[in-house]
């Protein structure tokens, strides 16, 4: 398959389009993809919505850092709003061409140790890790459409870290809600299903006979859920 076939193919013809990316396991191009397409929301949110807005809601939807900023005199607090505002772009700009290679590089390595180190299914990292890749083409469709709702909402109600109406949590009060439960309820989203249903066909893909859908499915499915509850446990921790 040629490249445009294997990344049209992840969203209309996954089992074909694993199966060629398990035989040739390249993972440039969508992690390309990936990084532009968040950075570009990144960039859209801080030109329409602002990062002022963004540092307030983090204070307003967090009862420990609005005691941390009480505390502090009104000169104090000015100059710490101003100080996150100007982090603040910077962490979502640059981060994700330093942070994605590095989640996709961890998540392969776990799943690596579960189909190949416990279930013996002999498939290598550089297989894994290209799966990973195409499987997170999902997220640019997620972030196309999240900067169709940049345009559409008021940046008043635009919450960046849940933009759009694909999972539970959609349906909360942040501000009121239980951090470990909205937490919970942010990570059962649609496209986050999709990514893993996807995941599950390249590594069944890619191991062929020696795995079965099953295991391949407790295989990413496993991990992803111990990571999420993990995630809720600290958000409701220190919230």
């Known amino acids: ?93 640059v981060g994700p061409v330093i942070g994605m290679p590095l989640m996709y590089l961890v998540s392969s390595l776990i799943l690596l140790g579960i189909a190949s180190g416990i279930m013996s299914a002999g498939v290598k990292f550089k297989q894994i890790f290209a799966i990973e890749c195409y499987a997170g083409l999902v997220g640019i469709i997620a972030k196309a459409l999240g900067i169709v709702v940049i345009f559409l909402k008021n940046p008043d109600q635009f919450n960046l870290m849940n933009p759009l109406a694909f999972n539970p949590a959609a349906f909360m009060d942040q501000k009121t809600a239980s951090k470990f439960i909205y937490t919970l309820a942010s990570g059962c989203d649609l496209f986050v299903i999709w990514v893993l249903i996807l995941t599950v066909i390249g590594l069944k893909a890619a191991a062929g006979k020696k795995l079965s859908t099953g295991a391949a499915a407790v295989a990413v499915v496993l991990p992803y859920v111990v990571l999420l509850l993990l995630g809720a446990t600290v958000a409701g921790a220190f919230s």
């Open 1 to 93: 398959m040629g490249e445009f076939s294997r990344l049209s193919g992840v969203f209309f013809e996954p089992g074909k389009a694993f199966a060629d990316i398990a035989e040739r396991p390249k993972w440039f191009l969508p992690l390309l993809l990936i990084i532009l397409a968040t950075v570009a929301f990144y960039v859209t949110y801080g030109q329409h919505v602002g990062w002022a807005r963004f540092v307030q809601d983090q204070i307003d939807n967090n009862a420990r850092m609005q005691q941390q900023m009480q505390s502090l005199s009104a000169e104090q607090r000015q100059q710490s709003l101003a100080l996150q505002e100007k982090i603040m772009p910077i962490t979502y700009y």
